[in-house]
């Protein structure tokens, strides 16, 4: 068998796999929706949830279940996301410990006492429920430990690869490994921060650029089903409070008056600068937060959004305008997987480099 025709048949079965994983997600809600709807299809998609739907099988759904694990009045309830039945209409109530539940578009509800159904008020929302304490293990935490342990096979191994190294020659996963940390240091630290100051952050920059990069990767693979790290708002705002709390700590002298009063320039415009500086430095963060968060989630729902195009307009001549301009942006997003991690790992550290940087006489 040729390289080529190998190469041909994975792609094919990658497709396959996508696109039977799109169409089982479009068969949610039938009942609900009566016609294809494209924008609950989407949102479906691009939220977290409880476990990995793999496909539908004879009417039945092929998934991987994870632990739900909820803190109720006190007590720990835990079960497996299985009880649900990849439900998540509220119509299957799952008991445990005297209490009972609901999955509601991938949001657990506790039913109040002597409820058996959901029921809602004017705004389409539950009033005969309330959110327990949720601290399930969905498929985005999941895949975050996935990824730690990734990134703790990679560095470990290239360590040992060293230590057995009599030359110093990177081989093996070390020959990978070591031109990416080679650029991050030369081309993002010390360009950036400084070659005097730019060792005490290196660790943290290491690990951002890979865990993001590694979590966007594992995004596209079809068989995890949109189980995307960094398209989540919480894992995006954590790195950049992180970040936010790097430099926050990292500031200096020079750095603080700059932001509460300005050299160099009147005294009324100095107490004009001084709210808008203070601004500016939460607003780093927030940028950082909603460039990575916006890039990722666009990708996948531009993808959606182009494949709903078959089912909007009910023909399958449709379908390979959908297939090849969703089969470019799947090939941007490989590229973009990598640039932004880049991009967040070069403005941390440009961040860093302005809270350090010494004053110039």
């Known amino acids: 068998m040729g390289v080529e025709t190998l190469k041909i048949k994975l792609l094919a079965i990658l497709?396959?796999?996508?696109?039977?994983?799109?169409?089982?997600?479009n068969t949610l809600d039938k009942k609900e929706q009566g016609e294809f709807n494209p924008k609950e299809m989407i949102l479906h998609h691009v939220k977290d949830a409880y476990g990995f739907h793999l496909w539908d099988w004879d009417g039945h759904s092929v998934s991987i279940p994870l632990p739900v694990l909820l803190w109720v009045d006190g007590e720990l309830v835990s079960f497996m996301s299985s009880e649900f039945h990849h439900d998540s209409n509220g119509e299957v109530v799952v008991e445990r410990n005297g209490h009972r539940f609901v999955n509601y578009h991938e949001k657990i509800y506790q039913l109040a006492s002597g409820a058996s159904a959901l029921a809602f008020n004017e705004d389409?929302?539950?009033?005969?429920a309330s959110k327990p304490l949720d601290i399930s293990i969905t498929k985005n935490v999941f895949m975050m430990w996935?990824?730690?342990?990734?990134?703790?096979?990679?560095?470990?191994?290239?360590?040992?690869?060293?230590?057995q190294s009599t030359q110093n020659v990177p081989t093996g996963i070390a020959g990978f490994m070591e031109p990416l940390i080679l650029f991050v240091r030369d081309e993002i630290a010390i360009t950036m921060i400084g070659k005097h100051k730019y060792k005490r952050y290196m660790?943290?920059?290491?690990?951002?650029?890979?865990?993001i990069w590694i979590n966007n990767i594992f995004g596209l693979i079809?068989?995890?089903?949109?189980?995307?790290?960094?398209?989540n708002i919480a894992f995006t705002f954590t790195l950049a409070t992180f970040t936010f709390i790097v430099t926050t700590?990292?500031?200096?002298?020079?750095?603080?008056?700059?932001?509460?009063?300005?050299?160099?320039?009147?005294?009324?415009?100095?107490i004009f600068l001084a709210p808008i500086e203070v601004i500016g430095m939460l607003v780093k963060p927030i940028s950082l937060m909603i460039r990575l968060f916006a890039n990722i989630t666009a990708g996948h729902i531009i993808i959606l959004a182009l494949m709903s195009l078959i089912f909007m307009f009910k023909t399958i001549a449709v379908a390979p305008v959908s297939v090849l301009f969703a089969l470019f942006i799947a090939?941007?997003?490989?590229?973009?997987?990598?640039?932004?991690?880049y991009i967040f790992t070069v403005l941390s550290a440009l961040y860093f480099g302005m809270a350090t940087e010494e004053e110039h006489h």
Do not use: D
Request: glycine share 6%.
């Open 15 to 25: 497709l396959m796999c996508s696109f039977s994983g799109f169409c089982s997600e």
């Open 124 to 128: 389409h929302y539950p009033s005969n």
């Open 146 to 163: 996935i990824s730690v342990l990734v990134l703790l096979l990679l560095f470990i191994t290239t360590a040992r690869k060293y230590k």
């Open 203 to 211: 660790p943290y920059l290491l690990t951002i650029f890979f865990f």
């Open 222 to 231: 079809p068989i995890i089903n949109g189980a995307n790290l960094s398209g």
């Open 249 to 270: 700590f990292s500031g200096n002298k020079n750095y603080w008056k700059h932001i509460f009063w300005m050299p160099g320039v009147p005294v009324p415009m100095k």
């Open 331 to 341: 090939v941007i997003e490989i590229i973009v997987t990598a640039i932004q991690a």
